[in-house]
């Protein structure tokens, strides 16, 4: 049986989400905000049972909250999402290829091929993860050509 935090959180959850897909970005970060102190006051100790947030939705929130972040070019801050969407679900692909994107504008090709190649050993499918692998190691040969 879920208890009424529980559904409080998935409430909260779905109009994050209803905002994001708007466009609404202000409105979803401070949603995703919300929900995600919400399952960090939930985990704390002595939480009623039924009121923990899955994995999944926790993971979500981090990551399109991440988004939010990284579309405002917060690229730090967003990247620190991807990484707490990734600890929280370690099998969720989308967050490494969003890190994996930041890391490679950012020049950190090493860093960045190894999430794109986390992405394809979880979701071999990932044609993004794909051609972005293969960019990151062309432009990481350039720089090594140019020695830089």
């Not at 991807?82 to 929280?88: C, G, K, L, Q, R």
């Given at each position: 049986m879920e208890g009424p935090r529980g559904q409080e959180g998935r409430a909260t959850l779905a109009r994050a989400q209803a905002h994001f897909r708007k466009g609404e970005y202000a409105e979803a970060e401070a949603l995703y905000s919300a929900y995600i102190r919400q399952c960090a006051c939930t985990a704390s100790v002595g939480a009623p049972a039924g009121s923990e947030c899955s994995p999944e939705d926790l993971a979500t929130a981090y990551n399109n909250r991440g988004q939010i972040k990284y579309f405002r070019v917060d690229f730090y801050e967003a990247m620190d999402d991807?990484?707490?969407?990734?600890?929280?679900q370690p099998s969720f692909e989308v967050p490494y290829y969003n890190r994996g994107l930041i890391l490679y504008r950012l020049g950190y090709f090493d860093d960045a091929l190894e999430d794109f190649k986390k992405v394809l050993d979880l979701n071999p499918g990932f044609q993004?993860?794909?051609l972005s692998l293969k960019q990151t190691m062309l432009d990481k040969e350039e720089k090594q050509r140019r020695n830089y």
């Open positions: 991807y990484t707490s969407a990734i600890e929280v993004d993860a794909t």
